[in-house]
């Protein structure tokens, strides 16, 4: 195998390094758990991303979400051109975001009202603090290995045992604010119901992914989603699904959909800014109304509702109404995963894979993944060898064990052939 020359990309990053703090804009771009170096992205198309040495490669990352019809899809193109021409951002109301509301609201079951922002970070952070200004209650409760953005309260360590009181993740989280953060394993209701004991007048809310992306994918187990509504239910906790990866990707209602189980609060971004920058969180209207300025809870944007993202929404919303769109992701998804385990199995590799929909993982580990302690199991460096294995070969996964792997609509029956003959190879050296 020839080695990929990236030698464009290594300047590129010698110059970021002294410019930006580790030569990136969001960490996990660095590639420092795999090893390697950062491929330079010049341009994308479809399935495909071409580096700035012009190695192409067949692109699972997909922008870690938003890009469900692949890069500078014609038609979300068009759309942006057309908002463009008409004016970049008037931080004034306006007919689009009104049309794209209604779209929400439609779509998805929980959501009766929505609020527009400008990140995930940002529409957890306000659903958060909606939650305690509606419950008049402080403690929120997380999952051990949900990401939920970077604000400070939900950078809680994954601490172990229940109830954890939460310790900071990050310097320059003072503990005052994540004291009130208790952290339970996912799929694990019985944690969930020995924090609630300790907590019950005074818990706002329990936060979770309905499927999890960010410990790499893991399912709910049969019941889970159904236990915590029940839980939130008798306690008048709220419950928020924080759909900003599984919100439009896994139906058009999102999982909530899917799997059946309602919350009251949900958190949006990713594929509803069609690649561009956006977020949002709807939900039950007597706690929306809450939201300044109907209510006392203030939450504001410069430029959230922005015309150029929320008009590569609505394109990308009305592509997925379209017939046969989930169907053909489904299937794409499984042919890729269970491909991947196939061929991991025919070359003695031993590994675990979660699927759903178009989003996937396969775990280095002989065990199933079902929590963040199971996902741990995992063989960092072997998945860096698959990594690099697979980059050098042409073919762009995420560069760290934890993270799902997304198909979209422009992945081909082809993508999928070379991706799992690559794998073949990569899997005989690692044997
Ligand atoms: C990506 C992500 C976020 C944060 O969204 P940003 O747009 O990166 O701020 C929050 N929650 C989940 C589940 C995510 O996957």
Redesign the pocket.
């Known amino acids: 195998m020839k080695q990929l020359d990236i030698s464009n990309s290594k300047i590129l990053f010698e110059k970021a390094e002294k410019l930006i703090p580790g030569g990136v804009n969001s960490p996990v771009r660095a590639f420092k758990s795999v090893g390697s170096q950062p491929a330079f992205i010049k341009e994308g198309h479809g399935s495909r991303i071409v580096d700035e040495d012009g190695n192409s490669y067949v692109d699972y990352v997909c922008s870690?979400?938003p890009l469900i019809f692949g890069h500078a899809h014609p038609r979300i193109v068009t759309a942006i051109k057309a908002a463009a021409e008409t004016g970049t951002t008037f931080g004034a109301a306006t007919a689009a975001e009104v049309t794209l509301a209604e779209m929400i609201v439609d779509a998805v079951p929980s959501v009766e009202m929505v609020r527009l922002v400008s990140?995930?970070?940002?529409a957890?952070m306000s659903a958060i603090r909606l939650a305690r200004g509606f419950t008049r209650r402080d403690k929120i409760i997380k999952f051990e290995g949900?990401?939920?953005?970077?604000s400070d309260s939900l950078l809680a360590k994954a601490g172990s045992g229940i109830a954890t009181l939460g310790m900071p993740d990050s310097a320059g989280v003072p503990p005052n604010l994540t004291i009130d953060t208790i952290t339970v394993p996912y799929n694990n209701i019985e944690a969930v119901r020995a924090a609630v004991a300790l907590h019950s007048k005074n818990t706002a809310c329990i936060i979770v992914?309905p499927v999890a992306?960010?410990m790499g994918v893991v399912l709910p187990k049969q019941g889970f989603l159904e236990a915590l509504r029940q839980i939130a239910d008798d306690n008048g906790i709220v419950l928020i699904f924080?759909e900003?990866?599984t919100g439009f990707r896994l139906a058009y209602g999102g999982a909530q959909e899917r799997l059946g189980v309602i919350p009251d609060l949900t958190?949006m971004?990713?594929i509803i800014g069609g690649g561009l920058p956006m977020?949002a969180y709807g939900g039950r209207k007597d706690i929306m109304e809450f939201v300044a300025p109907s209510g006392p809870v203030y939450q504001a944007g410069t430029l959230s509702g922005n015309p150029l993202a929320v008009a590569a929404g609505i394109e990308t919303l009305k592509m997925l109404k379209e017939p046969g769109v989930y169907e053909q992701l489904e299937e794409k998804g499984k042919r890729l995963a269970l491909g991947l385990l196939d061929a991991a199995a025919s070359a003695g590799v031993q590994t675990h894979g979660n699927q759903i929909g178009s989003m996937s993982t396969i775990f280095f580990t002989s065990s199933d993944v079902t929590d963040y302690a199971s996902a741990k199991k995992s063989n960092t460096s072997r998945y860096a060898a698959f990594f690099n294995g697979m980059l050098e070969r042409g073919f762009y996964f995420a560069p760290s064990q934890f993270e799902a792997a997304f198909v979209s609509t422009a992945h081909s029956a082809d993508d999928t052939d070379s991706t799992l003959a690559a794998a073949k190879e990569v899997f005989a050296e690692m044997k």
């Open positions: 870690w979400g990140s995930g970070t940002e957890v949900c990401y939920h953005g970077h992914e992306g960010n924080d900003v990866i958190t971004g990713k977020g």
